[in-house]
């Protein structure tokens, strides 16, 4: 529950590696997120070389932050495995399985941030090209990864203006 | 960490209320989620009123737990606060926040089992007719909660096939 409620986006991270071990527990919390009838589209892009990081600031404008990030992971959704095409499910799935990640990160003393790909056509365009994607993969977010270079406190999110009891 | 590896749907509850403060806990928990340039279009409907529990039935089909469950939270998107139209950044906002609900959910002990609303056109139309929701506030997803009638152990979900370091 506290790394739900301490979360928040990360932009600056210290220069240390974060140890490979580490990126199987977050992606087995992203494989732990619902799905729609059960499809599990998801596939996970660990990125550690420093030359993709870079390459993917070369078309993702708010992307500069992997600059100096040691790592990335890039979700990705399996057209294959879509049980219900034109419907978009797959979008819900790869959303509840990043913010997973997210969370499983911050419980790990990671930190991160959820850097949109689809559906900028640029951006997915970039991506696929970068790490040769097959045709049916699209991939749908990016996450930089890394140990904060600052500790964030998130404060108050809580807004009462936007809860309804019963009615609207 | 526990909460993530540990959730899974639920769809028999216990004859047992939700008490109401929890609820805002869920829906804290729900506020935290990241958004497309802080967007946060989310407005959240908690329903308890047995009728109005029964009447979602009517028109969502895999929604028959809800005649038995306690309560259900609705997730909906407020258009007017949509920073990115056309792009639809706000379904990947509320799903991260529909999985933080039910993160927090688990982490109280509660079940939950998340229906997805949007895009089925009749469930969106059931679903706005039914709580008179104003035409800028789309029902997103609507979660099931309650105490679980049985405990449930999820399995290992963790799939090696699909993890991928630095290259596809």
């Given at each position: 529950?506290?790394?739900?409620?301490?979360?928040?986006?990360?932009?600056?991270?210290?220069?240390?590696?974060?140890?490979?071990?580490?990126?199987?527990?977050?992606?087995?919390?992203?494989?732990?997120?619902?799905?729609?009838?059960?499809?599990?589209?998801?596939?996970?892009?660990?990125?550690?070389?420093?030359?993709?990081?870079?390459?993917?600031?070369?078309?993702?404008?708010?992307?500069?932050?992997?600059?100096?990030?040691?790592?990335?992971?890039?979700?990705c959704?399996?057209m294959?495995?879509?049980?219900?095409?034109?419907?978009?499910?797959?979008?819900?799935?790869?959303?509840?399985?990043?913010?997973?990640i997210?969370?499983?990160?911050?419980?790990?003393?990671?930190?991160?941030c959820?850097?949109?790909?689809?559906?900028?056509?640029?951006?997915?365009?970039?991506?696929?090209?970068?790490?040769?994607?097959?045709?049916?993969?699209?991939?749908?977010?990016?996450?930089?990864?890394?140990?904060?270079?600052?500790?964030?406190?998130?404060?108050?999110?809580?807004?009462?203006?936007?809860?309804?009891?019963?009615?609207?």
């Amino acid at each position: 529950m506290d790394a739900v409620l301490q979360r928040c986006s990360v932009r600056e991270y210290m220069n240390k590696a974060v140890p490979e071990e580490l990126f199987y527990e977050l992606l087995e919390a992203g494989m732990c997120a619902p799905s729609a009838g059960n499809e599990r589209p998801w596939h996970f892009i660990v990125i550690t070389e420093r030359s993709l990081l870079e390459g993917i600031t070369g078309f993702h404008a708010h992307s500069q932050m992997l600059k100096q990030a040691p790592a990335a992971i890039i979700v990705c959704a399996d057209m294959n495995r879509d049980k219900y095409p034109g419907v978009g499910y797959w979008i819900q799935d790869c959303a509840a399985a990043t913010e997973n990640i997210l969370i499983a990160a911050q419980d790990k003393g990671l930190g991160t941030c959820w850097l949109g790909v689809y559906p900028r056509e640029n951006r997915v365009a970039g991506m696929r090209k970068l790490l040769k994607l097959p045709d049916h993969m699209i991939p749908f977010s990016a996450i930089a990864v890394g140990y904060p270079a600052a500790v964030k406190s998130p404060g108050i999110r809580y807004d009462e203006s936007r809860v309804h009891l019963n009615r609207w």
